[in-house]
Structures are given as structure tokens and as C-alpha cells.
């Protein structure tokens, strides 16, 4: 039985048997990797692949075992793609209405329903009934609670929270992805219990004033402030940031009023479909926060960047630029090979930082493993561009909550359990940072080296095209096998090729015309 070896330090002799694996197309001189149109769902142990399908014990070049990797044929994974042209940034998604007609009905005292789709969840949507706070009325706050789960927050920016002497409800929540849900009031003046809908609306006028102090407000009560992220829907993409974006950009006070539209029937959350018939019946326009990014990202630069240097690596020369973010102040490098020209079919790994991995070799991981095949591949192509993301260590949650999370791996979590029990989101990174440092490098379209279909959608609505994904295959240790199966099944992570054509498309020829071997 033919066996495909390969011999790079980065493929440390995995061998994937012909007889089972995708169909490769292959070449005496080089080896070409020509994938078919399909996936390749990786197994990795026990039950899930027969006798003949083993996964066989190897060791690498370093004399550290691993498992081989083999690939079975599945159907392509066709929304693992965000393949659009750039287009306007302004022209609303299909079915949605524009950002400027929102802008308006705000401007007009009236509502806007805001969407959020999660894409890590099967495309499930939330929508919010969102006004500018200023203009709550009774009226307004009795069509929230009769549509709404009830709850009526009002999303504030933290500044106004402090002065209003208003903490969060858990010191943890600062770190998390989640909604910031400070202590709940009611306002003292012209209230009796807080919960009617009258009583509700002089609090949120009362919360939106410039006027108001601390000590005007009773402490808990009925209505829900939410801290704004600074940055807004560019830094977290959320129902508070969007609709405090929204009042600004319509050139109201900064203070929002929201609630989540519920079903009528079952109080579940509702569906896009009764969220588009709200809409229709009453008039209002409902947005997508995708196309409030857009939005503004048109208009907003959030990075500037801050040197660039000549930078020779072990892989090869390239150029080092650096961003500071004007969000946070944090800086980010930019790795650089040849010319992107026109900007089109560019070879991008957008890596999330991981010190433990990428720095001391952490075998709980892959990210080196990844961060290493990146280079050479962008080396070997000749031109592309790897954007290095710090802050983004353990999948947002930082250093030491990565270190708590290895302990609790280590008593049987798995790594999404693990930030959960912590009370993190599975995944609590952003990618518009990066989205925008791949703009300013002159990026248009790429192929983007992953296996993580969060990171296509997270640079949808910059004005970037995915035309291709690279799967970055890096050998499966005893120590991280369960981790990489776990992303799988749980976030949605594919480990194999859908591309179509050969490989050797990204490796492009060198100035003597001569190709570059693998």
C-alpha cells in the first residue's frame, strides 16, 4: 500500500495511506497536494475509526511520540467561506435594511431591531428592540416589555457608570465576553414600585441625563444599565455595542435603551423570520451588527501604524510592521513577505498569541506548531503576510485564567469546558484589529491558513474576501490530541483541505523562474 511521507520538520513523518485518504495528485519532483472538492474530518482515537483506519504510534524528529493523521472524504463545508466581493461597505446584507434608515428612525424618536448572528452556533440570531435613551417614553417601554423578555437595559459608557457610582454586578465580568451588566436601579424621583413601564421609563431618562447622580437612584431596582466596550461593535461585536454605536453615529446621546425580542408563543428567543415580521408590522427597520461594521470600518481607523523594520528570521527575510491599536494602546506586528501588489489572492495567517506555545513549546497546543508551518509556507510561497494578535492568549481570557483552565483540564474539563467553568466565552477573541492591519498592508482577497471557520466569519464586514482556506496540519501529541478533538466537535474547527487545485498555487515562482520546493 502506497503511503504519502512528509519529510518537513513541521509534517514529522505523518503518513497518510492513499487507500483511505483524500485523493492527492502527486508529482516525482515535488510534492503537489493536489485535494479534491471535499473536507477531511480528522479522527482521532478509540471508536470513531476501524482496525484498518488505525491511528498508528509514531515519533518525530525530535523523538517525541505523536499519532499519525489520517483523512476520510466528507462533503465540503460550503460556509466555511465568506467568497463576496468587497462591494460598497454601505449597501445592507440581504433582507436587512440600511445603516443610514436606522440612523434616521432613531432621529425620529422610533425603534430599530439589531441582529446578531452567531455563526460558532449553527447561524442562531438574537435581535434587540434598540432607541436612543433620551427619547424613552411610557409608551415606548410598555411595546419593549410586550415584544421583549422583559428585561429593559439601557447601555452606558463607563465613564457615566462611574459617576453614577454604578459597579458591575460581578468583578469578574470585566474580562468576559458577556453582556456587562452593572447593579439595577430605579430612579428615587416621581417612582413608586419601579416596574411599570411609566416608572421604568423615568429611569432610563433619568440614566440617559447628564443631570443625575448617584444618590438619585434606589439600588436594586428594574432597570438594567449595560457597560459599553469602548471601541464599540469594532472591538466586541454585541447588542449593547451596536446600539450605543447606532446613537451616536445618529447624533444622539451615547445612552441606548434595549431589550431581546422574545417569542410570543414560547418566550424563546426569537427567530430571524418573527423578527423580519415585527419589523414589517410596525414599521421599523432591523439592521445586522455585521453591516454596522461595516459601517463604520468604511469611515474609523482604529490601528495606526507605528515602524516598520527589515526582519531576517530563521525562515527567511521578511519585513516587521507595527501597529498600536487606538482602542487599547496595544501593539500588534504585522509579518511581511514580498510585494502584495494589487492586494489580490494573498497568502494571510491571522495567529492569535499563545506565550506558552509560541514561545516555550507548550505540547497542550498547536499554536507554535501552526505559527512555524505559517512561516515556511509564506516563506516557500514567496509572498503573504502572518498578523501576530497579542491579547488574544487562551482564546481571549489571558495568561493566568489559561494557566487556571490547564489545571481544570488537567482534573477531565476539556478546553471549552475549562473557560466556561471560569466564566468565559468558549472563544473570546475578536478579529477586527487584525482585519483592519491586513487593510492598511493592502490585503483585499486571501487565502487564509486555518481551521477555524470563526476566523472567517470575525473578518467579515472589512471589506476582506476569503477565496481559500490553507489547513494548517500540525502533528497530534498524546498531549494535545484531546484538546484538537475538542475544537472539532466543539467549535466547529475542520482538519483537512476544502480547497480545490493543487498547492503548488501558493508557492509562487522564485526571480530565477525556478519553483520553490516544498
Known amino acids: 500500500m502506497e503511503n504519502l511521507v512528509f519529510q518537513q520538520s513541521i ?3 505523518i503518513f497518510i495511506q492513499t487507500k483511505t485518504a483524500a485523493r492527492i495528485g502527486m508529482s516525482k519532483n515535488r510534492l503537489p497536494w493536489k485535494f479534491q472538492t471535499c473536507s477531511a474530518a480528522v479522527r482521532f482515537s478509540g471508536s470513531d475509526i476501524s482496525d484498518e483506519d488505525s491511528l498508528e504510534k509514531k515519533t518525530n524528529l525530535n523523538g517525541l511520540p505523536f499519532r499519525t493523521l489520517e483523512a476520510e472524504i466528507t462533503q465540503e463545508t460550503v460556509d466555511f467561506f465568506v467568497s463576496d466581493a468587497e462591494g460598497d461597505p454601505d449597501r445592507p446584507s440581504p433582507g436587512y435594511s440600511s445603516v443610514e434608515q ?22 442562531a440570531v438574537e435581535g434587540n428592540l434598540v432607541m436612543a435613551a433620551a427619547h424613552a417614553s411610557p409608551e415606548a417601554v410598555a411595546f419593549m416589555i410586550k415584544h421583549g423578555s422583559g428585561i429593559v437595559s439601557v447601555g452606558m459608557a463607563g465613564d457615566d457608570l462611574e459617576r453614577l457610582q454604578l459597579p458591575l454586578m460581578s468583578k469578574e465580568d470585566d474580562a468576559s465576553s458577556s453582556p456587562l451588566f452593572t447593579v439595577t436601579v430605579d430612579v428615587k424621583a416621581g417612582t413608586s414600585s419601579g416596574v411599570s413601564a411609566s416608572d421604568r421609563a ?77 419589523a414589517s408590522d410596525h414599521g421599523i427597520p432591523i439592521i445586522s451588527i455585521t453591516d454596522i461594521i461595516r459601517y463604520r470600518r468604511k469611515r474609523e481607523k482604529v490601528v495606526e501604524r507605528t515602524a516598520v523594520s527589515r526582519l531576517p528570521t530563521k525562515w527567511g527575510l521578511f519585513q516587521a510592521h507595527c501597529y498600536r491599536s487606538k482602542l487599547d494602546g496595544i501593539e500588534h ?111 483585499h482577497t486571501m487565502r487564509l491558513m486555518t481551521n477555524n471557520p470563526a476566523k472567517f466569519s470575525g473578518l467579515k464586514g472589512y471589506g476582506l474576501a476569503v477565496v481559500g482556506r490553507v489547513p494548517v ?46
Do not use: W
Not at 502533528?475 to 484531546?482: F, L, R, S, V
Open 11 to 13: 509534517f514529522p513523518r
Open 102 to 123: 436606522a440612523l434616521a428612525a432613531l432621529r425620529q424618536r422610533k425603534f430599530v431591531i439589531v441582529v446578531e448572528e452567531d455563526v460558532a452556533d449553527g447561524g
Open 202 to 278: 423615568k429611569t432610563v431618562l433619568a440614566l440617559a441625563s447628564t443631570q443625575s447622580r448617584a444618590e438619585d437612584f434606589r439600588r436594586p431596582g428594574h432597570v438594567f444599565p449595560l457597560k459599553y466596550t469602548v471601541g464599540g461593535v469594532l472591538r466586541r461585536v454585541g447588542h449593547t455595542e451596536a446600539s450605543v454605536d447606532l446613537v451616536m453615529l445618529a447624533g444622539l446621546h451615547p445612552v441606548s435603551i434595549l431589550s431581546t425580542i422574545v417569542d410570543k408563543e414560547d418566550g424563546s428567543i426569537a427567530s430571524l423570520d418573527a423578527l423580519k415580521t415585527i
Open 333 to 443: 506586528i504585522a509579518i511581511v513577505k514580498g510585494e502584495i501588489g494589487n492586494g489580490q489572492d494573498v497568502l494571510v495567517r491571522v495567529h492569535s498569541e499563545c506565550l506558552t506555545g509560541d514561545i516555550f513549546g507548550s505540547r497542550r497546543c498547536d499554536c507554535g506548531n501552526q505559527l512555524d508551518l505559517a512561516m515556511q509556507l509564506i516563506e516557500q510561497a514567496g509572498r503573504g503576510v502572518v498578523v501576530y494578535l497579542r491579547g488574544h492568549e487562551g482564546r481571549g481570557i489571558g495568561l493566568g485564567h489559561k494557566l487556571q483552565a490547564y489545571n481544570l483540564q488537567d482534573k477531565g474539563h476539556d478546553t471549552v469546558e475549562a473557560n466556561l467553568e471560569l466564566g468565559f466565552a468558549a472563544d473570546a477573541r475578536e478579529y477586527g484589529i487584525g482585519a483592519q492591519i491586513l487593510r492598511d498592508i493592502g490585503v
Open 473 to 518: 496540519m500540525t502533528p497530534i501529541t498524546e498531549d494535545n490530541k484531546q484538546y484538537l478533538e475538542t475544537k472539532r466537535l466543539k467549535m466547529g474547527h475542520v482538519y483537512g483541505s476544502d480547497l480545490q487545485g493543487s498547492m503548488t498555487e501558493f508557492f509562487r515562482t522564485n526571480r530565477d523562474g525556478e519553483e520553490k520546493d516544498m
